[in-house]
């Protein structure tokens, strides 16, 4: 086991002793002069020390998205009805998240909710289905108000509509 550790902290050194070694020398063959050692040390490791660094980490970290209520359901809902085209937004299903900090008074929100298509007519005959035929989803602009968050219609737009099967 402990001949096994070795072989691989001694692949790594080798690695890391060819690559500088190549570094060096095209950095020779390019600039035709002799290479600043320390300074291509410090280079290195203050570019491995920015990718590394908190901040660049926390920009990669994908938040998840916050859930918030909006008073105003039903009129979004009618206007991605209108929108998009289909016969019926379901408003029970509609599920509102933002990525923005919920304490500015101004958010931008993502939408989602279920979507039917126009009834099926077989033969004369209208069959409803209560299953749902598409997947809405639209972004809009909320801010806060006397009566809690309140998306504004005229904001609302459909980013896609997916077909269920």
């Known amino acids: 086991m402990a001949s096994k550790i070795l072989r691989v902290i001694l692949i790594i050194v080798l690695f890391i002793v060819f690559f500088e070694l190549g570094l060096f020398s095209s950095y020779t063959i390019v600039t035709a002069e002799a290479p600043n050692f320390h300074g291509l040390v410090d280079m290195?490791?203050?570019?491995?020390?920015?990718?590394?660094?908190?901040?660049?980490?926390?920009e990669a970290l994908?938040?998840?998205?916050?859930?918030?209520?909006?008073?105003?359901?039903?009129?979004?809902?009618?206007?991605m009805e209108s929108l998009s085209q289909v016969d019926g937004v379901n408003v029970d299903s509609m599920n509102?998240?933002?990525f923005d900090d919920t304490d500015n008074k101004n958010i931008t929100v993502n939408i989602e909710a279920l979507g039917y298509a126009s009834p099926n007519q077989t033969s004369g005959q209208i069959v409803i289905s209560q299953t749902?035929?598409?997947?809405?989803?639209?972004?809009?602009?909320?801010?806060?108000?006397?009566?809690?968050?309140?998306v504004d219609e005229n904001t609302v737009?459909?980013?896609?509509?997916?077909?269920l099967y």
Not at 44 to 54: A, G, L, N, R, Y
Not at 62 to 69: E, F, R
Not at 157 to 163: D, M, P, Q, R, Y
């Open 44 to 58: 290195q490791i203050s570019k491995i020390h920015d990718f590394f660094s908190p901040q660049k980490v926390n």
């Open 62 to 79: 994908i938040k998840d998205p916050t859930p918030v209520n909006i008073s105003n359901q039903k009129d979004v809902a009618l206007k």
């Open 96 to 98: 509102i998240t933002t």
């Open 132 to 150: 749902p035929s598409y997947k809405v989803m639209a972004t809009g602009q909320a801010k806060y108000g006397e009566n809690g968050l309140r």
């Open 157 to 163: 737009a459909i980013t896609s509509i997916l077909k």
